[in-house]
């Protein structure tokens, strides 16, 4: 009885692996399935988005713009202005324009003609009141309006007409990228909400392009608003916004058409779903800044520039961001800028230049021969008082693209006779030792904004130095007096010629001096279908990012008949 | 008399011993919770803006008073009921947003626990009762090869299988399309949304209570009471059902009552697959995103069930057993 029963689980076992084999070729796909085309053209009937609000397990209506967990953030409540992150171009939005009437008072003129979805007009006065409710609040004062950061505080915001009019104590000029992004709130329904971080706005009034369709918990629906300021330019008729989606199922869904674009990482995008189907599926991982690396200027060798120029001479970058990246995204240039796309920011004396540095271990080894790293016995290069040199790697455990590039930055630094290793910590270990300065290597993230100040200049800032409770940009611990000089005279800079010429100096300390390496370019991903609209920015047209979801709305139109 | 007060002294203590380091041991962790929230909005590659961070921390409250005061107003605030304010759902308290996933998660775990003992017994039973038959070896053999499958193997299998491959059934979330509420399409919509994590549930539910009902009664249908009912002439029927069974069913209806109290926990793994909102889910999320008060208070809700239960089930064994009254 025994030999019969094994005899009859054996073939049935066999039977189940073979059946999962042969399945797992044949995901069902429904290509062109959902594509519901409109009668006219003229319309993009219906667009499904990931989910704005990061994983809402309870299902909380929240849509007030100060709650971590927001559950529609870019659609309701709009900006004064928009930064394009691509092109730094400032977008006149709910304000028109702006000037700095001198050097501390700054001043827009908002919309006219700007409804609110209750029907009542926006004026200055619920401009005015949603920058004073900061001051009122300090915990809703996330653009750091009333506080020191990155300038002088604000003394007043008073609505004048049909401008509104800030003045700040002191120069305040790098607080505008922050400043532009406060949503502007309705006076009439916000004045009686008290604290507004703590309160639970779940009927929006908003000035934006869509109403609040229905919400279950899940699923977002919006529907357009007839009486938007720029309606003519919205074509969606029905926004649908669900779901979080890990990579593997976001490919899944941007394939079988139930999502039409996803800003998440999808690793290898050519071959996880551009390539199936070259016409439709699109991708645009733009740069949004660089990946660096950071060494820890305070602790010996790395304060000397010499062994920091040699070590990024001999940095092979298109292998680098080949592993990290897949090539996606290239090299990046050493000013820690991101061009090309950041040109005008260049100033002229680099323009010619190539500022990506090229892949030279010969020229690395001859610079460490000379700064006095002779080779040991073992091979392995030596400190100049002839101690032994074994710098460790730091980095982040499950950042699949930073433990790529980390293994080949070690590879290249063991080809220059440097005796490296990698070191792989949880991220908030990592976190940690970057605010005990307890490292000596590790990868960073160096925003291209738009705001050099606030961008290449806290990287090398020294009051932008971890502290004990913050990770703060200036990671590497760059202190240099005139480096402090030049950032805070670029903070208060409104002149755009003075900020070019103030840059290059940023930039030629980062030239000649090397306080941190630039490796790759960071994205900003789109990943997107054309089959139900046309116009998201790419390459041939990068006037923006995820970042600027609202703005892109405002531009995507109904695919064209060809 | 003196067996349940003891029990009850335990019970006190340990929940006790529970709630201290309920409240110690997240605060021994490294961590901001202010900056993570704002490293997990913004993304990884961004610019990390102190303003907002600073704004947070403002937002959230610093604790004020050393270690041994939080300590006495955290007891106070729990007599209260008071769990505090969620950190990721800021300002939605703690109990919202566990109220909100509760139910999820005692329906799909509760529902498929309590069938799970029912066919687990059955089964075990009948295992027992023809043992060394097809039938027993079928089962014992099925058993204990289901047993040693990992639960997040077969959910994710199922999930491929069925979602993805078949399109069968949806592949995540627990519902969809319909509002919420005591609609047709919604309960509709969540049964389909359920049947996936219920299928896991009940695959790899029923093992534990099969291969302990059989062994159990196996022994049991040795002792010599069984034996002498058989020489007195009493049917095969009754000495299986109210001698040998009753009796086999002692140790796993305590077992159950153990199960039930674990059911506020959730299963952390099956729902976080299958992305079931449910309190398993929540815990994850909450232990991801550093959430204190939410992950606090999770953890409280299964130790104290987990407590509850297994007093339940010593206080149950008093009753149906008269020999453990008699040993206390």
Known sequence: MKRRTLLATGPLAAALVAGTAACSGQIRTNQGGGAATSGDGTTIPQLTFPAEVAENVAGITNFNPFSPNVTSKNYFYEPIMIRSSMNCEVVPWIATAFAWKDDTTLVFTIRDGVTWSDGKPLTPEDVAFTLNLRKQYPAADDIGLWNDVFGAPAESVEADGQDVVISFSGLAAAKFDSLITAKVLPQHVWKDAGDPTQYIDEKPVGSGPFDLGSYNGRRLQLTRREDYWQADKVKVQELILEGNYDATNAALKLTAGDLDAFWGEIPNPEQAFASKDEKLNHFWYAPAGSTVLTYNLTKAPFDDAKLREAISQGLDKDEISAKATYSVMKPASQTGLKLPYAENLLPDSYTDQETVLPFDTAKAEELLDAAGYAKGSDGFRTLPDGSAFAPTFLVQAGWIDYQAAADVVVRNLQTMGINASVQTSPPEAVDQAKKDADFDMCLEYLHGGCEVARNLGSKLASDQVPTKDTVKANVGRWEDAHTDEIVAELSGETDPEKQKALTGELVEIMMTQYPVTCLFYAPARMIYRTDKAEGWPSEEDPYGTNSEMLMIITRLVPPSAS | ?328
């Open chain 2, 1 to 328: 008399m003196k067996y349940f007060l003891r029990r009850i002294g335990y019970f006190l203590l340990t929940l006790w011993a529970a709630i201290t380091l309920n409240f110690l041991i997240p605060r021994l962790q490294p961590g901001d919770p202010a900056e993570l929230m704002i490293r997990q909005i913004s993304g990884r590659d961004t610019e990390i803006d102190p303003a907002r961070i600073e704004a947070m921390r403002v937002m959230l409250g610093q604790p004020d008073g050393n270690l041994f005061e939080q300590y006495l107003a955290y007891l106070g605030q729990l007599a209260r009921g008071d769990f505090g304010y969620s950190y990721t759902y800021f300002p939605a308290t703690v109990t919202d947003v566990i109220g909100r996933a509760l139910l999820w998660t005692l329906v799909l775990v509760g529902v498929t626990l309590v069938l799970s003992f029912v066919l687990g017994t059955v089964l075990g039973a009948f295992a027992a009762w023809w043992r060394n038959s097809p039938f027993d070896s079928i089962v014992t053999l099925g058993s204990t090869f289901v047993g040693t499958l990992q639960s997040f193997w077969v959910a994710l299998l199922l999930l491929f299988v069925f979602g993805y491959v078949l399109g069968w059934f949806p592949t995540a979330g627990g519902y969809e399309a319909s509002m919420p509420g005591l609609n047709l399409e919604f309960l509709l919509d969540a049964v389909r949304h359920s049947v996936l994590p219920a299928a896991v549930l009940m695959l790899l539910g029923p093992v534990g209570w099969v291969l302990g009902m059989r062994n159990t009664m196996i022994l049991n249908l040795g002792e010599d009471y069984i034996r002498l009912a058989r020489a007195k002439g009493v049917p095969d029927k009754q000495i299986a059902l109210r001698y040998a069974a009753r009796n086999a069913l002692l140790p796993s209806v305590t077992g159950l009552a153990m199960a039930l109290g674990g059911i506020l926990g959730g299963q952390i793994l099956i729902e976080t697959t299958f992305d079931y909102p449910g309190l398993g889910r929540l815990m994850q999320q909450a232990a991801s995103g550093k959430d204190y008060p939410l992950l606090q208070a999770l953890l409280l809700f299964t130790i104290v069930g987990t407590l509850v239960a297994n007093l339940v089930a010593d206080m149950l064994y008093g009753v149906l057993d008269p020999r453990a009254r008699k040993a206390a």
